[in-house]
T-cell receptor, first 118, second 112 residues
Framework: GAVVSQHPSWVICKSGTSVKIECRSLDFQATTMFWYRQFPKQSLMLMAT?????????EQGVEKDKFLINHASLTLSTLTVTSAHPEDSSFYICSASLRLGLRTDTQYFGPGTRLTVL | GENVEQHPSTLSVQEGDSAVIKCTYSDSASNYFPWYKQELGKRPQLIIDIRSNVGEKKDQRIAVTLNKTAKHFSLHITETQPEDSAVYFC???????????FGAGTILRVKS
C-alpha cells in the first residue's frame, strides 16, 4: 500500500514553455502533498506544501507564480512550471501523507520527474 | 526554522562491517525522524523512522537511536551488503504539519 505515482517520468522542453507534472496517490487519500526539487548530488529541498482544496504554502524563495500547484482532489496534485528556463532543470519529486487525527503519517514519495529545459 | 546536519557526507565500508550515519537537528519541537534510502535516479524509500517518545528502534539489520537532549539521531546498519550502497538521508519534522527538513545526505559505498 501507500503508492505514489508521478507523470511524466521525464520531460524535455524548450525555454519559455510550461510543463505540468502530476502526482497521484494510488491507494490512499492524501490530505497533504509536498513538492520537492533535487539538484544532482544534492538533498531534497521542499518547494511547497499543498492541502486538498486550499492554496499551497510555498517555502521561502520559491516563486508561487512560476511554480503553480493545484491540489484538486485527495488523490491528485499538479505542479506546473511556467515559462521554464534552463536553470529550472532538475529532478522534481512529490510526496503524499495521510493525516490520522492530529498526527500525520509517513511521507510516501513518487518516482520523480526529470525536467530538462533546453 | 529547523536545520538538519548530517555526517559524514561519504562513507566507505567493507562488506560485513557496520555503518553509522549521524544527524543533528536544531528545533527541539521536532518529534519525528525518518531515514530514507535513495538509489541513483530513483525515489527516496523510507527504511526506518523514530518518534520522540522512544530512544531506539530496530528492524533487522537497521537501527535508529535518538537522543532528544542532545538533539541528535543516528542510523546504524550492521552486516552491510553491496546492495546497501546508496545515498541515505535523515530528516526531521514536527508531526503536526509534517514538513520534513532533510539532511544533506550520505553516500554509502559497501565494498565487496
Amino acid at each position: 500500500g501507500a503508492v505514489v505515482s508521478q507523470h511524466p517520468s521525464w520531460v524535455i522542453c524548450k525555454s519559455g514553455t510550461s510543463v505540468k507534472i502530476e502526482c497521484r496517490s494510488l491507494d490512499f487519500q492524501a490530505t497533504t502533498m509536498f513538492w520537492y526539487r533535487q539538484f544532482p548530488k544534492q538533498s531534497l529541498m521542499l518547494m511547497a506544501t499543498s492541502n486538498e482544496g486550499s492554496k499551497a504554502t510555498y517555502e521561502q524563495g520559491v516563486e508561487k507564480d512560476k511554480f503553480l500547484i493545484n491540489h484538486a482532489s485527495l488523490t491528485l496534485s499538479t505542479l506546473t512550471v511556467t515559462s521554464a528556463h534552463p536553470e529550472d532543470s532538475s529532478f522534481y519529486i512529490c510526496s503524499a501523507s495521510l493525516r490520522l487525527g492530529l498526527r500525520t503519517d509517513t511521507q510516501y514519495f513518487g518516482p520523480g520527474t526529470r525536467l530538462t529545459v533546453l | 526554522g529547523e536545520n538538519v546536519e548530517q555526517h559524514p557526507s561519504t562513507l566507505s565500508v567493507q562488506e560485513g562491517d557496520s555503518a553509522v550515519i549521524k544527524c543533528t537537528y536544531s528545533d527541539s519541537a521536532s518529534n519525528y525522524f525518518p531515514w530514507y534510502k535513495q538509489e541513483l535516479g530513483k525515489r527516496p524509500q523510507l527504511i526506518i523512522d523514530i518518534r520522540s517518545n522512544v530512544g531506539e528502534k530496530k528492524d533487522q539489520r537497521i537501527a535508529v537511536t535518538l537522543n532528544k537532549t542532545a538533539k541528535h539521531f543516528s542510523l546504524h546498519i550492521t552486516e552491510t551488503q553491496p546492495e546497501d550502497s546508496a545515498v541515505y538521508f535523515c530528516a526531521a519534522s514536527m508531526e503536526y504539519g509534517n514538513k520534513l527538513v532533510f539532511g544533506a545526505g550520505t553516500i554509502l559505498r559497501v565494498k565487496s
